[in-house]
Nanobody, 130 residues
Framework: VQLVESGGGLVQAGGSLRLSCAAS????????IGWFRQASGKGREGISY?????????????YYEDAVKGRFTISIDNAENTVYLQMNNLKPEDTAIYSC???????????????????WGQGTQVTVSS
C-alpha cells in the first residue's frame, strides 16, 4: 500500500497550489481519503475528506473543515487512483506539511480523526509567504 503526495511548494498569500495524492496497492473505492496538515509546533489537523464509494448511490461525497471551506476543493480521479486538493486564496496560516491518508469504510463521524486512518503518505510542505 502506498500513498504519495506531490505538489507542495512556496507561494505568496492569495496564490494557489494543487496537491496530488496517488494511491496504489489497495481497492480505491473501499477507502475514505482524507487530507490533513500539521503546522510547526501544532497538532495534526483534518481539512478535507472524500467518502468511499459505498456511502451514497450518487457517488463519493466531499467534506471540508471550516478553516478551508470555500477556498479548497477536493476531487478524485478514479481511473488514476488519485485524489487532488486544489488550494486557492492561500493564507500564511495554511503553512504546514500536508498529508493524505486512507481509511477503509470509515464512518462519517470519524473522518477528522487522524488516528482512524490506516495508511499515510510521506507529506508535502506548503509554505505561504505574506
Amino acid at each position: 500500500v502506498q500513498l504519495v503526495e506531490s505538489g507542495g511548494g512556496l507561494v505568496q498569500a492569495g496564490g494557489s497550489l494543487r496537491l496530488s495524492c496517488a494511491a496504489s496497492g489497495f481497492t480505491f473505492d473501499d477507502y475514505v481519503i482524507g487530507w490533513f496538515r500539521q503546522a510547526s509546533g501544532k497538532g495534526r489537523e483534518g481539512i478535507s475528506y472524500i467518502s468511499d464509494g459505498y456511502l451514497s448511490d450518487s457517488g463519493r461525497k466531499t467534506y471540508y473543515e471550516d478553516a478551508v471551506k470555500g477556498r479548497f476543493t477536493i476531487s478524485i480521479d478514479n481511473a488514476e487512483n488519485t485524489v487532488y486538493l486544489q488550494m486557492n486564496n492561500l493564507k500564511p496560516e495554511d503553512t504546514a506539511i500536508y498529508s493524505c491518508a486512507a481509511a477503509r469504510r470509515l464512518l462519517i463521524g470519524y473522518y477528522s480523526d487522524w488516528a482512524a486512518y490506516d495508511y499515510w503518505g510521506q507529506g508535502t510542505q506548503v509554505t505561504v509567504s505574506s
